[in-house]
Structure formats: C-alpha cells, structure tokens
C-alpha cells in the first residue's frame, strides 16, 4: 500500500497570505495525484489531479506541483472560503490513498 | 446538473448489514466508474470500493474485502454498496462519488454522505 504524509497537519495562514501545503508518497506514483478540498459537514470537492491540472471551475489561486514522490498544493492568496482541510489522493496503485489532511486555519 | 443522493445509512448492531445506494442524474452513468469513499467521525478519508462503467470490474479496500459488494444498475442510475458482518471500526459516513472519466480513478462529484452507525 501506498503512504501518502501530509504536512503540516495544521497550517495557521493569514486572508491573503500564501498557503503551501506538501504531500508525500511512500514510492513514485509518477503524477497520479489529485488534491480536494473539504469543509465542516460538507463532501469534499476535486481541486486538482494529474498533480496539476485544475479541475472545472477552480480559481486559478490554486496551483498544483510535484512528480514522483513529492506534491505541493498552493493557494497563492487566500480568500476567507479557503479555510478548510485539504487531502491528497494517489491513483497509481491499489488501494486508493489519502492523506490524512491538512488544515487551513485562520491565523 | 449532476447530482448524487446517497441512502440507506443508520443505525446497526455488530455483525449486521445494510445496503446503501446512490441515485444519480446529469451524466452519462454506465460511462463513469464510481467509487464509495468514507470517513469515520472525526478522522480522514478511506477508499472502500470502486466498479467500472459496465460493472465487470470491481476492487476493494483490504479493510472490507469479503464483507462489502459493490455493484450498480445502469438502468436505474444507482450505485449500491452491501454491507455484511458489519463491525465497529465501519462506522462512518460514506460518500459515492463518480470517477471523472471512464476510469481515471480521482473523483469529480461527490453525494451528500449518509451516516452509518455500527453499534449495540
């Protein structure tokens, strides 16, 4: 099974700041790699996938980097509806794997 | 619009079982693979299952492997998952959600979650 390490677990940002959130995969999953977005009591939403290729109807503040082992999620100044906990998920290898999140929390 | 509604979530004792579905509109259904993902209070995602378009291929997670069934009616557009031999540990709530291609394995919409409560 693939490991997917996300860090931090929380990250304290200011409204316009810049998030950077990092994922780690535990072998090379090449770009098979997708991130979403999840607020309180609601499903979560795709960001990106293909590690960086934003998903319909995403604002361009969210960019995706990274191959092989290493992934970075960044909001490039975030808006007061980015506060939320943010997961990464591995498509390369059975099973499925998330992250154990990232939250986003104001500072 | 797509939408997903998942039900058939409550409240069952250890060793149970239920079977939950996923009606689904706006979208070609028998095109997309789906996948049932869950989160147990509190805690992160865990993949479950997923069954191709035409419902010939299915996988699942280790953790339900020999107790879940995935399967679907393309010509009702639902999604189901059964449930047997139902432990603690699956509480949670669970979410279809539909692949974004054929096969692609990442998932563009999710249903609301219905909330499965394994307990005596």
């Known amino acids: 099974e693939i490991v997917m390490t996300q860090s931090p677990a929380t990250l304290s940002v200011s409204p316009g700041e810049r998030a950077t959130l990092s994922c780690r995969a535990s072998q090379s999953i090449s770009s098979n790699l997708a991130w979403y977005q999840q607020k309180p009591g609601q499903a979560p939403r795709l960001l990106i996938y293909?590690?960086?290729t934003r998903a319909t109807g995403i604002p361009a503040r969210f960019s995706g980097s990274g191959s092989g082992t290493e992934f970075t999620l960044t909001i490039s100044s975030l808006q007061s509806e980015d506060f939320a906990v943010y997961y990464c998920q591995q498509y390369k290898n059975w099973p499925l794997t998330f992250g154990q999140g990232t939250k986003v929390e104001i500072k | 619009e797509v939408q997903l509604l998942d039900s058939g979530g409550g409240l069952v004792q250890p060793g149970g079982s239920l079977r939950l579905s996923c009606a689904v509109s706006g979208f070609t259904f028998s095109s997309h693979a789906m996948s049932w993902v869950r989160q147990a209070p509190g805690k992160g995602l865990e993949w479950v299952s997923v069954i191709s378009g035409r419902g010939g291929t299915t996988y699942y997670a280790d953790s339900v492997k020999g107790r879940f069934s995935i399967s679907r009616d393309n010509s009702k557009n639902t999604l189901f998952l059964q449930m047997n031999s139902l432990r603690a540990e699956d509480t949670a709530v669970y979410y279809c959600?539909?692949?974004?291609?054929?096969?692609?394995?990442?998932?563009?919409?999710w249903g609301q979650g219905t909330l499965v409560t394994v307990s005596s």
């Open positions: 293909g590690a960086s």
């Open positions: 959600a539909k692949d974004r291609s054929e096969w692609d394995l990442h998932f563009d919409y």
